[in-house]
């Protein structure tokens, strides 16, 4: 039996990208896959397209801003009651936008933190309220960063939204672990998607930041949904408040790959 058989999952940020590689592969391990998406409806069909050819039984595709409240609260309307109910949010929707710290205007600032950290904690709370109503029992995941603890100067809202991810992850998981509901995230390195374009097709640029990193190469979106499928599975049952991070070692300080501090 597939480790997910059965199982509902909503994905937010489902059209591409980690999002979408995370819904096909929730899909081909047997769970039942509620695509968010934002704009691209296109894409987000495609998404299920692939899904529906991968496994389970039941997938839909669900439009939301997750910065809204009155759209969150109907996106989970609308899975819950297509799937059934919910037994798995993958908070996967964040944006990103460079710009110098002395620069950076509030409405910029304040839109990525209401995508990254307010969306995700909203999102949570629904699930939350879902899977308190039927008695407990839940896996919330989190996409993080790399960037919740390495800084990422000319992107002080992005790292800011990663470093509350992470306490938000903390918090909720020892909060409701006596409910039987687990929490926790996965913190992404350089991965080829397209919030990553800027450097994923200019050789010398991809040189540069794959330079950095000691697996030497950017790691795939399929890399980080198979990290997803895990923490979400039983085979992670007595894991919860914890960052998983898939960086091809970028958390190991690369920099003192050579003693020179010595």
Same mark, same amino acid.
């Given at each position: ?42 894409? %987000? ?30 996106? &989970? %309307? ?52 879902? &899977? ?40 909720? %998981? ?70 998983? &991070? ?9 920099? &003192? ?6």
């Amino acid at each position: 039996m597939s480790k997910l058989s059965g199982k509902n999952v909503l994905i937010t940020g489902a059209s591409s990208g980690i999002g979408a590689a995370t819904a096909v592969r929730f899909a081909q391990d047997g769970a039942n896959v509620a695509i968010n998406y934002y704009q691209e409806q296109h894409e %987000a069909e495609a998404v299920r397209a692939k899904a529906e050819k991968a496994g389970g039984s039941k997938h839909l595709i669900v439009k939301a801003d997750v910065s809204k409240e009155d759209e969150v609260k109907q996106m &989970f %309307a609308t899975a819950i009651s297509e799937l059934g109910s919910l037994d798995v949010l993958v908070n996967n929707s964040g944006i990103q936008a460079a710009s110098p710290s002395d620069e950076l205007e509030m409405k910029d600032f304040d839109r990525i933190l209401a995508v990254n950290l307010r969306g995700a904690f909203m999102c949570a709370r629904e699930a939350l309220k879902h &899977f308190l109503s039927r008695g407990g029992a839940g896996v919330i995941l989190i996409n993080s960063s790399v960037h919740e603890i390495i800084p990422k100067p000319t992107y002080v809202s992005y790292s800011i939204s990663k470093g509350g991810i992470e306490n938000l992850t903390k918090t909720l %998981a020892l909060e409701y672990a006596s409910r039987g509901i687990r929490v926790n995230a996965v913190g992404p390195g350089a991965i080829v998607t397209p919030i990553n374009e800027a450097w994923i097709n200019d050789p010398k640029k991809r040189g540069e930041v794959e330079s950095h990193i000691p697996m030497g190469r950017a790691g795939t979106p399929e890399e980080i949904a198979s990290v997803f499928a895990f923490l979400a599975s039983d085979d992670a049952s007595y894991i919860t408040g914890q960052t998983i &991070f898939a960086c091809g070692g970028l958390t190991l300080y690369p920099e &003192f790959r050579t003693s020179w501090s010595s």
